[in-house]
């Protein structure tokens, strides 16, 4: 998990933050939640990054919960796009997982 922290406004959110993008000039990343609040940075109230830092997006969760009950069987980006998950939406959060893991 990581964390971006918009300079102009001293604000981090998840990477899965809905609000504006900013410029990538203005923008610190920060591999924990500590970090960035020592870096003087506040919370954002959309995405409420220090609430949900570990908790996935209900689409996420919908994806977790198939794979929990069909264990052995190989699921398809075409499966998950019929049950009305986004697949891209899925690899994005766990990669943003990763990224600072590794």
Known sequence: MFYTGVKTTSVFCLPTCRART???????FYSTLKSALE???????????????EKA?????????????HPKEKITDAQLAE????????????????????
């Open 83 to 102: 049950r009305g998950i986004s697949p891209h939406s899925v690899r994005n959060w766990f990669s943003s997982l990763t990224l600072f893991d590794r």
């Open 39 to 53: 870096d003087g940075f506040r919370p954002c109230k959309l995405c409420r990054p220090s609430e949900n830092a």
């Open 57 to 69: 997006p209900k689409i996420v969760q919908q994806a977790i919960d198939w794979v929990r009950k």
């Open 22 to 28: 900013p410029k990538k000039e203005n923008v610190a």
